[in-house]
């Protein structure tokens, strides 16, 4: 079983509407959770990260954890084409120094 | 540098050559990832640095792939023989403290192997 786990998708969204985006993760040592876009090509960057359990929103996005659960997810609002990407969920586990990769959403956002 | 730099940003190997690929980090960061991100698949972990030091390989997948970064900054992954299975990109990452901060990749080295 991997560390952190996405559902691929593809996850389909027509414009103007709210993308959710959804990771688990199986190490309750985990400390930080992190979300990446990656565009077709390109290398991931960094959306934005959350290690206390709620929600934290930056403009258009609202990342949420539940340590409870082991669950992370990702809001994206007023979806654009732009936002058309994988998006990448990832943690770090108080283990090891390694940083967890899901396999990554595909999400499509449609005009 | 302003970012993570890496290079050669495109390698074509036969199989059974040597490669090596480097990559420069942020000025001043002190950890060093190295990801293997198949087509379709998240980037999966090879091996961590804490300055000079290696603290994780368990990542590696085989004696054939090696890493260094003598002196903290530049590192370079090293694959012998390669195989048509090492054929991916290869993503570095830097951050500023230990493990647990954010890290920012570089834009990564392609590798086909032919």
């Known amino acids: 079983q991997k560390e952190v786990e996405q559902n691929s998708g593809p996850l389909s969204v027509p414009e103007g509407a709210i993308a959710s985006l959804n990771c688990t993760y199986s190490?309750?040592?985990?400390?930080?959770f992190f979300w990446y876009r990656q565009y077709s090509g390109k290398s991931p960057e960094l959306i934005m990260f959350i290690y206390s359990n709620g929600d934290k929103e930056d403009g258009r996005f609202t990342a949420q954890l539940n340590k409870a659960s082991q669950y992370v997810s990702l809001l994206i609002r007023d979806s654009q084409p732009s936002d058309s990407a994988t998006y990448l969920c990832a943690g770090t586990i108080l283990t090891g120094n390694q940083f967890y990769f899901g396999t990554g959403t595909s999400l499509t956002v449609i005009p | 540098g302003a970012g993570v730099s890496q290079s050669p940003r495109y390698k074509v190997a036969k199989r059974g050559q040597d490669v090596a690929l480097r990559c420069d980090p942020i000025s001043g960061h002190v950890s060093l990832f190295w990801y293997q991100q198949a087509l379709g698949q998240g980037p999966e972990f090879l091996t961590y640095f804490q300055n000079e030091a290696q603290l994780d390989k368990s990542g590696l997948p085989s004696d054939r792939f090696f890493a260094e970064r003598p002196e903290g900054s530049v590192s370079t992954l090293k694959i012998q023989r390669t195989q048509q299975e090492d054929s991916a990109v290869y993503l570095c990452a830097s951050g500023r403290t230990g493990a647990g901060n954010t890290i920012y990749f570089g834009e990564g080295s392609w590798l086909t192997v032919v």
């Open positions: 190490d309750r040592g985990s400390q930080s």
